[in-house]
């Protein structure tokens, strides 16, 4: 080759990249311009005597002629999206925008984008309904959800998608639409969120095809009918949100194999039956079932459940005993039984018609924040360490029939905030170190059988708002001391055996906002103390 023909085509290969080059950065410094408003600072490196490649959030191919992807979600960028423009980027294979403030209508023109393999808009502000997009049948990742679309959503477009990996078009208020067919045959799909999309009617056996699902989001919608018994071939799913919609019948035989099932919520609806399929899913971390109409006992396997942290039955039709243990460790031959510590956050079992006692094994559980089990027929005495968890801000047993007294160990309740336990049969005095529950809020203590004096040291309660003892049968007089309860509220005291003078501090409560002592055996004007 002589050396003219060498420069000659040297020449024209330059020419012919700097000509790629000026347009791939043209449209780069267009997209700039609308999405000006950007907070973040990271324009700065976008101008025109920077290789485009160098702009942060841009990748080229390796030769650096072309843009493959725009990575700028979460950039609390604003403006609209001129995908007439950037879908002259030939080989763009990402568009990446979500979390950011943009606004305005997806043109048709996004189907000019046809290499991209990841797109995600969601997160944003905009408007109108979402376009066809046939011709992007190479995407594998797709997120719109939270976006404001709404109308009708293009589901028909998903035909040619076979590659999709994720899709997520959930929270957008489209038009109420029947389960869209075309996705149960998307078989490569891990990640599925149709929440909040209103769709409605049932949820297809064929499902159960889609057998790489390791995320299953279809909460709040209102899809009805039974949970098909496909759903139990879906082996890999990691989570299953099936919260709030107008679900009924039984939670069906093969629920059972999904047992690397981490996350199971099937909240507010209509299911009935038992819970035996549970009782094989030993990987639960999360098991919300509130707000059906579950009936039987609650499986005891589901305290040995190891790694489970939220357990909410709670407004259910649940009979039999309180499951023993709650995350229990105690299957592990070197871990001796003493130290079992439990994993449990939250318990809320209340609403029920659960019957014997708490089982002592709870007082192991140093994790749980949140004990609720009130409304249910519980009897016997409270065990030993319960009133004194240390990360537990709520203790609610009300409307049970429980019996004994409230123990000195609530001092150490450091956490505890709300103590509910009204409409039991507990009595004794309340002990001094109630006190030195220093977060508590609110105490309701109403309608049981303590009886004795109010001790003095309630004064230390700085952050206690509302404080209920009446229908029980404290007597002496009430300590001047609660004159220092500087956020109380809401006090009721009626109906006890109170005597002597209302403490003229009373008088300096600043919140005080309503004040009950009637039926006791009180002097003194409340009116005169304001
Ligand atoms: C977005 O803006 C907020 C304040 O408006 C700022 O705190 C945050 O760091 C910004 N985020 C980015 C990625 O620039
Ligand atoms: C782009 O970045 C590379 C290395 O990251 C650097 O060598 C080059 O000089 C930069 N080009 C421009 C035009 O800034
Ligand atoms: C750069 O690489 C792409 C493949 O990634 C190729 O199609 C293109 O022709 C190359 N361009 C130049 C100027 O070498
Ligand atoms: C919602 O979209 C964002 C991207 O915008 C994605 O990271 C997130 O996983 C999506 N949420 C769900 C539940 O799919
Ligand atoms: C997408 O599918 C439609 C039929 O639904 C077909 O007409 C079109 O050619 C397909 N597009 C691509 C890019 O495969
Ligand atoms: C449902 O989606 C709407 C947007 O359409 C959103 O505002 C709302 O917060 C979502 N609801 C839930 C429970 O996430
Ligand atoms: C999908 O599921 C249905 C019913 O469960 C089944 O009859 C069909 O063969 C499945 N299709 C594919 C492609 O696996
Ligand atoms: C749910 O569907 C029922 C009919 O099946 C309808 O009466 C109801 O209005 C729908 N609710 C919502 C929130 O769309
Ligand atoms: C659970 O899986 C096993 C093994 O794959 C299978 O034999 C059995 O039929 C499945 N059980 C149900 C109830 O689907
Ligand atoms: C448990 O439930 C609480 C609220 O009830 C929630 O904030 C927390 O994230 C849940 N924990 C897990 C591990 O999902
Ligand atoms: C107690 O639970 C029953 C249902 O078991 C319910 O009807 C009743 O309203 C609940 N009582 C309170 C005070 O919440
Ligand atoms: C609780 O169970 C008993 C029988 O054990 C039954 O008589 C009672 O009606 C049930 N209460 C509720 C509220 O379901």
Redesign the pocket.
Known sequence: MSTSKISLCLLLCLSFFTCINSDELQILLNLKTSLKDSKSNIFSSWVSNNHFCNFTGITCNSNRSSVQEIELSDRNLTGTVPFDSICQLQALNKLSLGFNSLYGTISKDLNNC?KLQYLDLGNNFFSGSFPDI????ELQHLYLNLSGFSGVFPW??L??MTNLVSLSVGDNPFDPTPFPNQVVKLNKLSWLYLANCSIEGRIPVEIGNLTELINLELSDNNISGEIPSEIGNLVKLWQLELYNNQLSGKLPVGLRNLTNLANFDASANFLQGDLSEVRFLTNLVTLQLFENQFSGEVPAELGKFKKLVNLSLFTNKLTGALPQELGSWADFDFIDVSENLGTMKILLMLQNNFTGEIPASYSNCLTLERFRVSNNSLKGTVPAGIWGLPKVTIIDLALNQIEGSITQDIENAKSLAQLFAGYNRLSGELPEEISKATSLVAIELNNNQFSGKIPASIGELKQLSSLKLQNNMLSGSIPESMGSCDSLSDLNMAHNLLSGQIPSSFGLLPTLNSLILSENKLSGQVAELF
């Not at 046939?134 to 049948?137: I, K, N, V």
């Open positions: 046809v046939s011709s992007l049948s028909t477009s035909g040619n």
